[in-house]
């Protein structure tokens, strides 16, 4: 069963960016795995963000279509999310895990808080 690690999350002013990464306990392309990123802001519920096939391509919510880059790093089992143009409703935990169905146990996640 995998596992994510998530981390490099942060404070950062609107208008900001930051890179936040997840590493896997073993390989996110096995088998077709489909991965993503999700977030859950207080009192709302946890959705996907982005999310990357076996092949490479990506989607986004239109919330962060044009905003965020999701790419993968195969070798080593990671997943970034490059965020920019940060807005206040960004603000949330970030976390990693597959798609459509989620089939790891959720991680602590990384904060992301984007605040002036």
């Known amino acids: 069963q995998l596992q994510f690690v998530e981390s490099g999350g942060g404070l950062v002013q609107p208008g900001g960016s930051l890179r936040i990464s997840c590493v896997a306990s073993?390989?996110?392309?096995?088998?077709?795995?489909?991965t993503g990123w999700y977030r859950q802001a207080p009192g709302k519920p946890r959705e996907l963000v982005a999310r990357?096939?076996?092949?490479?391509?990506?989607e986004y919510a239109d919330s962060v279509k044009g905003r965020f880059t999701l790419s993968r790093d195969n070798a080593k089992n990671a997943l970034h999310l490059q965020m920019s143009t940060l807005k206040p409703e960004d603000t949330a935990v970030y976390y990693c895990n597959t798609w459509p169905t989620v089939t790891t146990p959720w991680g602590e996640g990384t904060q992301v808080t984007v605040s002036s």
């Open positions: 990357i096939y076996n092949g490479g391509q990506t």
């Open positions: 073993g390989s996110i392309v096995s088998g077709g795995t489909i």
